[in-house]
Antibody, heavy 119, light 107 residues
Framework: QITLKESGPTLVKPTQTLTLTCTLS??????????VGWIRQPPGMALEWLAH???????NYSPSLKSRLTITKDTSKNQVVLTMTNMDPLDTGTYYC???????????WGQGTLVTVSS | EIVLTQSPGTLSLSPGERVTLSCRAS??????LAWYQQKPGQAPRLLIY???NRATGIPARFSGSGSGTDFTLTISSLEPEDFAVYYC?????????FGQGAKLEIK
């Protein structure tokens, strides 16, 4: 059974750096066609894609947030980590990690983690 | 960047009715489009991939069609559990993008 679980702080202060971890279970994130993405959703609003990493370490970022984002993977721990710098209250929302098992679409999702940015 | 525009934004319907949701891309995405369903407090769930293929475990009342820039998601007969928000997403070009969502409400 494939599962993804996000972990990280629920509250960060403005200007701080957010670090979120996505832990995958039930498969090894090693094949080149497999990819993991981060998607966020402000309260009551639409989904927004942030970043993506393939098993071969190829990375892609949202152009509007590229300067603030870094995505990495730790194959030994089967984890994908997203860091976002200079957090702002507008970054408040639920952050999801999701898996593209065969390189297609996001067929497995984590439960999401709510991050609030407030002083 | 490819912009996906969904219509209508909100629909009020009754169980048993047929509904068609639209997703229009700002440029061709071939058939590289998916539909997701999201219920309150839950993560999105993949319904349709590659424009017209149902994901594992998705009931046959859900169907997708289209290619290029115009796509539709049809639910042939609404069940109570289908009232949710639906998103389209393209994977044709980076950056990946989602539509703004379409909400199905119970009338």
């Amino acid at each position: 059974q494939i599962t993804l679980k996000e972990s990280g702080p629920t509250l960060v202060k403005p200007t701080q750096t957010l670090t979120l971890t996505c832990t995958l279970s039930g498969l090894s994130f090693t094949t080149n066609v497999m990819g993991v993405g981060w998607i966020r959703q402000p309260p009551g609003m639409a989904l927004e894609w942030l970043a993506h990493i393939y098993g071969n370490d190829e990375k892609n970022y949202s152009p509007s947030l590229k300067s603030r984002l870094t995505i990495t993977k730790d194959t030994s721990k089967n984890q994908v980590v997203l860091t976002m710098t200079n957090m702002d209250p507008l970054d408040t929302g639920t952050y999801y990690c999701a898996l593209r098992k065969s390189g297609g679409f996001f067929d497995f999702w984590g439960q999401g983690t709510l991050v609030t940015v407030s002083s | 960047e490819i912009v996906l525009t969904q219509s209508p934004g909100t629909l009020s319907l009754s169980p048993g009715e047929r509904v068609t949701l639209s997703c229009r891309a700002s440029q061709s995405v071939s058939s590289d489009l998916a539909w997701y369903q999201q219920k309150p407090g839950q993560a999105p769930r993949l319904l349709i991939y590659d424009a017209s293929n149902r994901a594992t475990g998705i009931p046959a009342r859900f169907s997708g069609s289209g290619s290029g820039t115009d796509f539709t998601l049809t639910i042939s007969s609404l069940e109570p559990e289908d009232f949710a928000v639906y998103y389209c997403q393209q994977r044709s070009n980076w950056p990946l993008s989602f539509g703004q969502g379409a909400k199905l409400e119970i009338k």
